[in-house]
């Protein structure tokens, strides 16, 4: 399902005609640019998210975290560019952040800037020693992962 591109083979066209989230392994100023000219609208969701968890008991934001990520999702209409969603990796959530971004992409145009390595064929966040390390096959998801 998941694909890997060149970062060469970007244009605006496939940005405006994207039918899945589109990670951005390498992000570049050109990269930047295209993003911003096709009018992708920045998302900060770790602030977003913090804000709605924070309305829940501690014992009960676990449970709320997934549906709530979703729910903010949902409420963005234009194509979205998401940065800043490193909560989505906390292991109290358990939250599989790709097939957030995923889910997105069957509502509207996403981008994702990643916030961890490209390792082969896998998405990573953090590394192993840590708590909040996560990898993702990028083949598992119907995504586009341009390096």
């Known amino acids: 399902m998941g694909v890997m591109i060149n ?3 970007l244009s605006k066209d496939l940005l405006r005609k994207a039918t899945t989230a589109i990670i951005f392994c ?3 100023n050109r990269v930047a640019r295209l993003i911003e000219s096709v009018q992708y609208i920045p998302l ?6 913090a804000e709605e968890l ?8 676990p449970l709320r975290a997934n549906d ?4 903010i999702l ?3 209409k234009a ?5 800043n969603y490193e909560i ?3 292991p109290r959530y358990n939250i599989d952040a790709i097939k957030v971004f995923t889910e997105l992409a069957l509502r509207q145009k996403v981008v994702v800037k990643w916030c961890g390595t490209l390792n082969g064929n896998f998405l990573e966040y953090a590394t192993p020693e840590h708590k909040d390390y996560h990898s993702y096959r990028i083949q598992d998801y119907d995504i586009t992962c341009v390096i």
């Open 7 to 9: 970062v060469s083979m």
């Open 54 to 61: 924070v309305k829940y008991p501690v014992k009960q934001r």
């Open 88 to 90: 989505l990796f906390d």
């Open 44 to 49: 900060n969701l770790n602030i977003r998210l």
């Open 79 to 83: 194509p979205t560019m998401l940065e």
């Open 74 to 76: 949902s409420q963005c």
């Open 26 to 28: 390498s992000y570049t």
């Open 68 to 71: 709530e990520a979703m729910s």
